[in-house]
């Protein structure tokens, strides 16, 4: 995506869609009940007796709040004196995204038939929305950077939803009648904590007890992979990506990334970079450490061909010499062809099994994977 144009989506981070309310709350709203959250460091979910408030943490400052979401019945009495934060009314009945990966889990949640619009529709495979889109029920917004004010507003989402970024100002744009929902789960560190997010979501919904079952299952299902992998003695070295340009961004050993090749049972090059993010190297200082690795995972987006060795090797003949291409060990996701953006955050058991399946397949025999290919089978 670019990073321009975030003039309205940076002002829808601060709308409510009844506004902002900034009172403190009666002695009969003192007493909650929380949803249990185990992984997830980015949200909190309190229930009070005439409504539930969702806060989000500010993932760029842990000590600050990046919002807070008021969740009343529609049905019901906007309650007297709430505290301050974002009113929406549930459930929800007309919801928009700005990323696949959120219609994702709406999806999962039974509900992605409550879609109005969608940015940039080329990156969404669920099948409701092809056809919307195709029928004019679903409207295109454009570029998640620089959503079409006009198509929005006729859209009429309740809430929209998006992910958040770092130093979003306030804007003439807050006539604009709609909720913003920053979901910040791609900013979490693990992938169980990514997972988690689905609470978050199903609270706009309704559906707490479905996404407590849907979480519980891939719970189960991780550790148990997990626990598997804690067996072996072996741990192979593995680096990912490959440059973009002069710069090889690589993920730091906190990173969502970097959990999930640990708990793979993999040895990941850079798990000493204290970093949650991606960092920026040169060419030259990737090859002096990754040059001798074992595996080499990359993802990449192309919609007319799979990526092979001999492609790999054209676009830049030095990446021949890795020993990881040398053996074979290369392991990629064509993500124009596999929905690993949309469906992935929230299969994070699958995910790690088709890592466990490429660094210690004895443990998965006649696995077969979903995400993650050989380029030897990319014809």
Known sequence: MQVKNFILLSALCFIGCTGSHNKQSSPANIAAQNTEIHYAKGFRINHFKDYTQLTVRNPWDSTKILDTYLLVDRNKPLPANLPEGTVVRTPVKRVAFASSVHAGIWNRLNKIQLTVGVCEPEYFSIQAIAEGLKQGKIA???????????????????????????????????????????????????????????????????????????????????????????????RPTVFTEKKFGDVWYTAGGKSYLGRFLQDAGANYLWKELNQSGSLPFSFEKVYAKAINADFWL???????????????????????????????????????????????????????ADLVYIFHPELLPGYKSKYYFNLENEK
């Open 298 to 352: 990359l993802k990449y987006n192309d919609a007319r061909s799979n990526l092979t060795y001999e492609t790999l090797k054209n676009e830049y003949n030095l990446y021949g010499n890795f020993n990881a291409f040398k053996q074979k060990h290369v392991f990629a996701i064509n993500t124009a062809k596999t929905p690993f953006y949309e469906s992935g955050p929230m299969e994070p058991d699958r995910v790690l």
């Open 140 to 234: 295109d917004l454009g570029m998640a950077t620089a959503i079409n004010p006009e198509k929005l507003i006729a859209a009429s989402p309740e809430i929209l939803i998006i992910s958040p970024f770092e130093n979003t100002k306030r804007t003439e744009f807050e006539k604009v009648r709609i909720a913003v929902v920053k979901d910040a789960s791609y900013m979490e560190e693990s992938p169980l904590g990514r997972a988690e997010w689905i609470k978050f979501e199903a609270a706009f919904t309704n559906e707490n007890e479905l996404a407590d079952k849907i979480f519980a299952k891939i719970e189960k299902s991780y550790l148990e992979l997990c626990n598997k992998v804690s067996a072996t003695k072996s």
